[in-house]
C-alpha cells in the first residue's frame, strides 16, 4: 500500500503516562502519515492500549504533546479544554475491543448520534450516511435492531461504522477482534483491510499477527512502554534486529 509520506498527519512526542507512581509508557515519540497503517505489537502490559487511549485522551499522558497536520493539539496538554478533547475526538475516531455500543439504541441511533449531537449532520442526511456506512460494513439489514440483536462481529462492525460517521483523519482500533471467535474475527479484519485499501489512515493495537504483516505498512513492537523495534513488517517479522522481539514472535507464532 502506499501512503503520503510528505504528509505527517499525527505526531506524538515523547508521550508518557504514570500511574501510581509506575511508569507505564516511557517517552513514546512516533510520526503517523496520511494513509499509513501501523501496526501495534506486543506483550500483554507493554503500554499499547495505553498509548493508543493516550493519542484521543481517553487517558491523559503525564507529559508529552500531539499535533495533527502539524499544528498543536491543546494550547496546554495539561490542561484540555473541552473543545479542544472534542476536536481531537472527532478527528481521531476509536474503535474498543468490548464494542461499546449504546444498549438502549438503535444500530441506527449508535450511528446517527454522534454526527447529530456534534451538529455535522441533520436526522435524514445522519440516517443516510448512516445506511451507506453500515452498507459498507456489511451489516445495513441491522440497521432497525439493537446491539443484543447482533452477533459479537456484526456489533465490532456497527461500532467501525460509529466511528467512521466522524470523518475521523485517523482511526484508532484497540485489539478489535480478541473478543471474537476466529471466524467471526475474520469479517472484521476483511472490514478494516477494505479500510486500509481505501486509504484511511489506521493504527491497530493486534495479536493478529498475518494481519499485521499483510496489511500494516509500519509494525512496532512495544516493550516495557517503550518502542523496542519499528519497521517494515516484513524486517521486523523475519529479521528483527533485537533478542526480545524475536522471542515474542517465536512465542505468538509457534503456539
Known amino acids: 500500500m502506499t501512503f503520503d509520506k510528505a504528509r505527517v498527519l499525527l ?3 515523547a508521550i508518557e503516562k504514570s500511574f501510581r507512581g ?3 509508557l516511557d517517552g513514546i515519540s512516533m510520526d503517523v502519515h496520511a494513509g499509513e497503517v501501523i501496526a501495534l505489537i506486543g506483550p500483554s502490559g507493554a503500554g499499547k492500549s495505553t498509548f493508543l487511549r493516550c493519542l484521543n485522551y481517553l487517558e491523559q499522558p503525564t507529559s508529552g504533546h500531539l499535533s495533527l497536520d502539524g499544528e498543536p493539539v491543546f494550547a496546554d496538554p495539561l490542561k484540555p479544554s473541552k473543545s479542544e478533547l472534542l476536536s481531537l475526538r472527532r478527528r481521531v475516531g476509536m474503535v474498543f475491543q468490548a464494542f461499546n ?3 438502549h439504541l438503535s444500530v441506527m441511533e449508535n450511528v446517527t448520534m454522534a454526527q447529530r449531537l ?4 441533520a436526522k435524514d442526511e445522519a440516517e443516510e450516511y448512516a445506511l451507506k456506512l453500515l452498507s459498507q460494513v456489511g451489516v445495513e439489514e441491522k440497521a432497525k435492531a439493537r446491539p443484543s440483536e447482533c452477533s459479537g ?3 465490532q462492525r456497527v461500532a467501525i461504522a460509529r466511528a467512521l460517521s466522524q470523518d475521523p483523519d485517523v482511526m484508532l482500533f484497540d485489539e478489535p477482534t480478541s473478543a471474537l471467535d476466529p471466524e467471526v ?8 483491510r477494505d479500510l486500509a485499501d481505501a486509504g484511511t489512515t489506521m493504527i491497530v493495537v493486534t495479536h493478529e499477527m498475518r494481519f499485521a504483516e499483510r496489511v500494516a505498512d509500519r509494525v512496532l513492537l512495544l516493550d516495557e512502554g517503550r518502542i523496542l523495534e519499528e519497521g517494515p513488517p516484513t524486517r521486523v517479522f523475519h529479521q528483527p534486529e533485537h533478542a526480545r522481539t524475536k522471542r515474542f514472535l517465536e512465542a505468538v507464532l509457534h503456539r
Open 11 to 13: 505526531r506524538a512526542e
Open 22 to 24: 509506575s511508569t507505564v
Open 153 to 155: 462481529g456484526q456489533q
Open 118 to 121: 456534534n451538529g455535522r449532520r
Open 185 to 192: 474475527g475474520n469479517d472484521v479484519l476483511k472490514v478494516m
Open 101 to 103: 455500543l449504546f444498549p
